[in-house]
């Protein structure tokens, strides 16, 4: 597995420098620019600008300067926000975005997967038929409509959570309706993932072996059902990951969390090229660092996998 772990450690660097390369050059040959106004700026202002961010050199000039502060960790000043630099602003948002993220894929994962295993248990009971209407709504209702009937009942009606305002005076109870409604689809994936396949793992020979052999039910599901059937929820998870992590605009705006989901979004339509880079630099490296973990727990899970 060290061997493994390594391999994937160095195949990090090519991957990583054909997303910059792709990224660098279809974000500077798109129309536009990031100093594109309803007014045309007088020339002489306009070449004052470019020189400044050094954008009027020859753009594989451009490109070998940016390579370079990357490599550095340095992603240069923000093209829309001038007093800050974007590593100032990742460095401000992205733990907020992470916080929410991680938490809101906890309670998705060990809800989800509780939920299914019950399912499968309960097939063709109303404990079964309710837990896959719940995951139904979770992927057919748009977070854009669950956040705010989720901030309507608990926070307007029964006053028992605050609508937003990421802990500033409310402390640890402001995550909860975020992180609820965050996590819903990836919880109904997830319910929706497990009772798929804890059923079929119960169908097994080796289960029925299990069973034949005297074992509790317990025994059985905990030890012997779960290591097979949690394979696919844990390739799931991978995407689901950075999807999590960097998918929370909705969520972001609707509870107003000062996450970098905004930024990302105010940066794509300002065609600040420091930030979209910048965030799909991360966004990558969340990706492939949660695909590299996904793979490492298969290992786990089941023996029969060789990383050789």
């Given amino acids: 597995m060290a061997r493994f772990f390594i391999r994937r450690l160095l195949s990090l660097v090519p991957t990583m420098f054909i997303i910059v390369t792709l990224s660098f050059f279809l974000i500077r040959l798109a129309p536009g620019g990031p100093f594109a106004r309803e007014r045309d700026l007088p020339e002489a202002i306009l070449q004052n600008i470019l020189k400044r961010y050094h954008m009027d050199e020859p753009l594989p000039k451009q490109y070998l300067r940016y390579l370079g502060d990357v490599i550095r960790w340095d992603f240069g000043p923000s093209l829309r926000y001038r007093d800050r630099s974007v590593n100032e602003m990742i460095d401000t948002t992205l733990p907020v975005s992470t916080a929410l993220g991680l938490t809101a894929l906890s309670l998705a994962v060990i809800l989800g997967v509780n939920v299914g295993i019950v399912s ?17 709504v979770g992927i057919s209702v748009p977070l854009f409509v669950m956040g705010p009937i989720l901030q309507m009942v608990f926070a307007i009606w029964l006053k028992w959570l605050p609508p937003g305002q990421w802990l500033s005076d409310h402390g640890l109870k402001a995550i909860i309706l975020p992180a609820v409604t965050l996590s819903f689809p990836y919880f109904a994936y997830i319910a929706r993932l497990s009772r798929a396949s804890v059923l079929e793992v119960l169908r ?20 012997h059902v779960l290591k097979g059937a949690l394979l696919p929820v844990v390739t799931y998870l991978g995407p689901a990951l950075s999807g999590i992590v960097t998918g929370s605009v909705v969520v972001e705006a609707v509870f107003v969390v000062p996450g970098l989901g905004r930024p990302f979004v105010q940066a794509a339509i300002n065609r600040d090229y420091t930030m979209i880079m910048a965030d799909v630099i991360v966004y990558s490296l969340l990706l492939i660092t949660a695909n590299l973990v996904v793979d490492l727990v298969y290992g786990l899970l089941d023996p029969r996998i060789s990383y050789k």
């Fill in 120 to 136: 499968a248990l309960k097939q063709n009971k109303w404990p079964d038929y309710t837990a896959m209407s719940v995951a139904v």
């Fill in 204 to 223: 097994s020979d080796y289960i029925r072996t299990a069973r034949a052999k005297g074992l509790k039910e317990s025994v059985v599901i905990v030890k």
